[in-house]
């Protein structure tokens, strides 16, 4: 039985999509007063691709002016969501689980922290660990918690929509995982356990 977790928060505690809104409108309004030195066909592309991947990786990606980006990390380092958002319907199943929860998730500190607070969660987890994907990954975070917390591997189950970030290194750390992909955008991709939705995460736990 597995009874200590690493969870994802974006697209996997809540759905990015369903609340663009509250997450993204005021960053799109910034960038689109910013000379991006893209077309704005890429940048409609790079603005879909934002709800789904950390924005430093989007911007290499899609081309993003290198002498405009100090500013925009700067804005986003100071950046607060501010308005409630909604977790998952499927929330219920990550809520229920029985043994220790830590939030693993990727971007900018001030604003993970600020969504775990406008999702009303807080108190569900032990502790929330925002990883700096332009210094680290999650593989280093994942390690750096089994040494912080004297954790056994083969308690551990491992929970996201990105199977090549915490799914892929979960794997490489010989821990179970379990990969959320209701579009099935990961159809070949490795995982210990995988589903549409969650209600099967109780059986790949073990509870």
Known sequence: MKHIFFIDLDNTIYFTKPNEE???????????????????????????????????????????????????????????????????DDYHYIKSLNGRKFIVTAGFPKQQTSKVKMLGIADDFEAVHVVDVSTTNKKEVFKLLIDRYALNTDDILIIGDDAESEIKFGLELGIATFLLDPENLHPNAESTFRGTDLSNLHTAAGQ
């Open 22 to 88: 509250q997450l993204m409108s005021e960053l799109y309004r910034y960038l689109e007063s910013l000379d991006l030195g893209i077309s704005d066909e890429k940048f409609q592309l790079a603005k879909g691709e934002m709800l789904r991947t950390p924005f430093v990786k989007v911007a290499k990606k899609y081309g993003f002016k290198e002498e405009i980006m100090p500013e925009v990390i700067s804005y986003l380092h100071n950046r607060e969501v501010t308005k409630p958002l909604k977790p998952s």
